[in-house]
């Protein structure tokens, strides 16, 4: 496990600070019918910023969870929202580590972000679930 802050294998390690997170979310919130479209979707879902950071998610996604609300996930990254097991190979946290570069979570979220349009890729994670593992 790398003990360097800033180092990373793959993605930005940069974080917006929980204030603007705060604001970001409430821009969502006071979007009309934001909320409804997203609760309406049959999958799980999130909305992520420009460093990778769950500032809405979906009542679908949260159930999914198993948490209370989106509290509980604003600011951190899909990996560490969702209980990855690499989320900690790297110091600075999801994205950023070598497994993380197979990951098609993060290619996808990486590549929307170069190239300004849609991505979609596979991704299936092994997750910490109830002191076991599990893939998902």
């Known amino acids: 496990m790398s003990t360097e802050v800033n180092s990373t294998q793959l993605a930005s390690p940069h974080r917006s600070p929980s204030s603007e997170i705060a604001v970001q979310l409430e821009v969502i919130n006071t979007a009309a ?30 159930d999914l969870l198993g948490i209370q609300n989106i509290d509980q996930i604003l600011g951190q990254r899909p990996g560490k929202a969702m209980n990855c097991i690499h989320v900690w190979d790297n110091a600075v946290g999801c994205g950023t580590s070598e497994s993380c570069a197979v990951c098609g979570a993060v ?12 991505v979609s890729q596979e991704c299936r994670l092994t997750i910490h679930q109830s002191g076991t ?4």
């Open 107 to 118: 290619l996808a979220i990486l590549e929307s972000r170069r190239a300004g349009e849609r």
């Open 33 to 62: 019918f934001v909320r409804e479209i997203m609760d309406a979707l049959p999958y799980p879902a999130t909305m992520i910023n420009q460093n990778r950071q769950v500032v809405f998610s979906s009542k679908p996604l949260v």
């Open 133 to 136: 593992d599990a893939s998902q």
